[in-house]
C-alpha cells in the first residue's frame, strides 16, 4: 500500500506511540525500539546513548513572528544560535519556543517528548521540518517515538523517507553555518 493510501486511513487525531510503530511496519521502514525510563532532556539520556549506536538527537519546537512553526531535529550537542537560526530555516524573524499547547495540538506530543516522528500528526503541513546536516552523518538516528519512554532507532535514509511520506520535505541545514 502506497505511504498517502496508509496515511488516509490514520485516525482524526495524534498517533499515540503503538500506532506510530505500527505505521512504520507498515510503510515498510524497519526500526527497533528501546524502553526506559521517561527522559525530559539530552542530560537524562546519557544511560540510553551508551546502548543504542548512532545519532541522538534534541528537538527544538519554534515559531517565528508571523506564525510559522519549525520542528529542528539536531545532533544531540549541537549548538544552536537562535539568534540567527532563522535565516538558515527561512524564517521571518527571530525564533522563539512554541507554546505546549501548540506543540500538542501540531505534533501530538508533550513538551520532554519533541521528537521528528511528530511530523506525522502534522496532517496540515503547518510545521516546517529541519534536520542539522551532523545528525545525518550518522548512518542510524535515534529518536523518542511520541514518547520520552522509548528511543526508537531509524535509517538516516528511512527517516527522510518517512518524512516525505507525511508531507514534509525536510530541509538539511549546517547548524554551524555562520549567518
Do not use: W
Not at 524573524?93 to 501548540?102: C, D, L, N, Q, T
Not at 531509524?154 to 511520506?165: G, M, P
Amino acid at each position: 500500500m502506497l505511504g498517502s493510501e496508509i496515511l488516509s486511513k490514520l485516525p482524526d487525531r495524534p498517533l499515540e506511540k503503538a500506532e506510530l510503530l505500527e505505521l512504520l511496519t507498515e510503510l515498510g521502514i524497519q526500526t527497533s525500539t528501546l524502553e526506559h525510563q521517561p527522559l525530559f532532556t539530552v542530560a537524562d539520556s546519557t544511560g540510553v546513548q551508551e546502548q543504542l549506536a548512532g545519532g541522538h538527537t534534541k528537538n527544538l519546537f519554534l515559531k517565528d513572528k508571523k506564525g510559522q512553526y519549525f520542528l529542528l531535529t539536531a545532533e544531540q550537542d549541537t549548538q544552536v544560535n537562535l539568534k540567527t537560526l532563522h535565516k538558515l530555516l527561512g524564517g521571518s524573524s527571530r525564533f522563539s519556543f512554541g507554546k505546549p499547547e501548540a506543540l500538542l495540538e501540531l505534533l501530538g506530543v508533550i513538551p520532554g517528548s519533541v521528537t521528528a516522528f511528530g511530523i506525522v500528526n502534522d496532517r496540515e503541513g503547518r510545521v516546517k521540518f529541519a534536520l542539522d546536516s551532523r545528525l545525518m552523518r550518522h548512518e542510524i538516528i535515534n529518536c523518542h517515538p511520541l514518547s520520552n519512554e522509548a528511543t526508537t532507532s531509524i535509517k538516516r535514509e528511512d527517516l527522510l523517507v518517512f518524512a516525505k511520506i507525511t508531507g514534509h520535505e525536510a530541509q538539511i541545514v549546517d547548524l554551524a553555518q555562520e549567518v
